[in-house]
């Protein structure tokens, strides 16, 4: 089994910033890609960012040039510093985790910008 295990969400202004973190555990082996993904009230989950093991990076287009993905692969954690915040950010984000034909998700943080 694979655990993933997310921290870092939280409520701030618009401007502000936040780092999510996500940690996995487990029977951990052979990781494609690490990511986030958010999902708003109403809306479809989305890809924010991704990371392949050979450091590959993928954003999308509307948080290029504010947000950062990177990862310790020694540690198995990947992070999403997440700056210029805007209230259109405010979702639950979700980390990701590829290893061969599997998908795991973890449980979601909360992230809240106010206008």
Do not use: H
Request: overall charge positive.
């Amino acid at each position: 089994q694979v655990q993933l295990v997310e921290s870092g969400g939280g409520l701030v202004q618009a401007g502000g910033s936040l780092r999510l973190s996500c940690a996995a555990s487990g029977s951990i082996f052979s990781i494609n890609a690490m990511g986030w993904y958010r999902q708003a009230p109403g809306k479809q989950r989305e890809l924010v960012a991704t990371m392949t093991s050979g450091g590959s990076r993928t954003y999308a287009d509307s948080v290029k040039g504010r947000f950062t993905i990177s990862r310790d692969n020694a540690k198995n954690t990947v992070f999403l510093q997440m700056n210029s915040l805007r209230p259109e950010d405010t979702a639950v984000y979700y980390c990701n985790l590829e290893i061969a034909t599997y998908i795991y998700w973890g449980q979601g943080t909360q992230v809240t910008v106010s206008s």
